[in-house]
């Protein structure tokens, strides 16, 4: 089993910054491919962004610019830059872990832009 734990959301004021740190523990192997979706109210879960073991990155093409995602693997850890905060980025940011073809996924950490 592997366990994901996010971190770094909070409220912040438009234009702002956060960055938002995924740590896995459990059975975790260095190949893998982790990803960051988000859920707004009322919308369903879509993709932000995603990166391999080969540091092979992808990103949803709105949000290109602002977010950048990346990976420690030494500290088992996966993190999301994200720059230049919209309120329409308000939503619960999950982390996802895909590796010897089992998904695996954290319990979100809500990020909030307002002013």
């Known amino acids: 089993q592997v366990q994901l734990v996010e971190s770094g959301g909070g409220l912040v004021q438009p234009g702002g910054s956060l960055r938002l740190s995924c740590a896995a523990s459990?059975?975790?192997?260095?190949?893998?491919?982790g990803g960051w979706y988000r859920q707004a109210p009322g919308k369903q879960r879509e993709l932000v962004a995603t990166?391999?073991?080969?540091?092979?990155?992808n990103y949803a093409d709105s949000l290109k610019g602002r977010f950048t995602i990346s990976r420690d693997n030494a500290k088992n850890t996966m993190y999301l830059q994200m720059n230049s905060l919209k309120p329409e980025d308000t939503a619960v940011y999950y982390c996802n872990r895909a590796q010897s073809g089992v998904n695996y996924w954290g319990k979100g950490t809500l990020v909030t832009v307002s002013s």
């Open positions: 990166i391999t073991n080969t540091g092979n990155t």
């Open positions: 459990g059975s975790i192997f260095s190949i893998y491919v």
